[in-house]
């Protein structure tokens, strides 16, 4: 089993939908999360932290249950410009894992 | 501008020539890291540094090697190239482990 998991999708949704991503861990100790987006043929960037309490910015929401030990990025009104893959990271004392990421086309 | 470097951006080269990919940040950043990034595989860590004079072994280590002799620098040298070293490089850097890691805009490596 992979230390962290995604579907790969591609996700293919219209503008303005509601998209959510769920990401799945293994190792209970791991202390950090992030989600990173990457576009095509680019470097990752940090897209949002993940804080136990659960954190949004803007139409971004990103939660943690650490105890199904999963992590979930929603995207709400979606535009054209989200379309890219993203990278759910775990990350805890020893090592920073990343998930193999989910592609996100948004159309017209 | 708060960044990381990598150069060459791409290359082609053939096994066996010896190949340096150099990695600079200006973030003063203490820990520092290669990845490469392959279909299906998403990123996996080839080596890594906490510091300077400090660098330990990645999941993915076997034909690399590093330096880190300036906390900003952290070059990866591939001795002997093979084919299966092809791949998408990135160096990254952070505050420490624990924290959010910036990347390099990649290196794109392609050894016939």
């Known amino acids: 089993r992979k230390e962290v998991e995604q579907d790969p999708g591609p996700f293919n949704v219209p503008e303005g939908a509601t998209v959510a991503f769920n990401c799945t861990y293994s190792?209970?100790?791991?202390?950090?999360f992030f989600w990173y987006r990457q576009d095509c043929r680019k470097e990752p960037k940090l897209l949002m932290s993940?804080?136990?309490s659960g954190n949004e910015d803007g139409r971004f929401t990103a939660q943690l249950n650490r105890a199904s030990q999963y992590i979930s990025l929603l995207i709400r009104d979606s535009k054209l410009s989200d379309s890219a893959t993203y990278l759910c990271v775990v990350n805890n004392n020893n090592d920073m894992r990343f998930g193999a990421g989910t592609r996100l086309t948004v159309k017209p | 501008e708060a960044q990381v470097t990598q150069n060459p951006r791409y290359l082609i080269t053939v096994t066996g020539k010896k190949l340096t990919v150099t990695c600079s940040q200006n973030?003063?950043?203490?820990?520092m890291s290669w990845y490469r990034q392959d279909p299906g595989l998403g990123l996996r860590q080839i080596y890594y540094s906490m510091n300077v004079e400090v660098t330990d072994k990645g999941d993915v280590p076997e034909g690399y090697k590093v330096s880190r002799k300036e906390k900003r620098n952290f070059p990866l040298i591939l001795e002997s190239p093979s084919p299966n070293q092809t791949s998408l490089y990135f160096c990254a850097s952070s505050l420490s482990r624990m924290n959010e890691q910036f990347f390099g805009p990649g290196t794109r490596l392609t050894v016939l």
């Open positions: 993940v804080y136990s």
């Open positions: 190792n209970s100790a791991s202390q950090s």
């Open positions: 973030m003063n950043h203490e820990y």
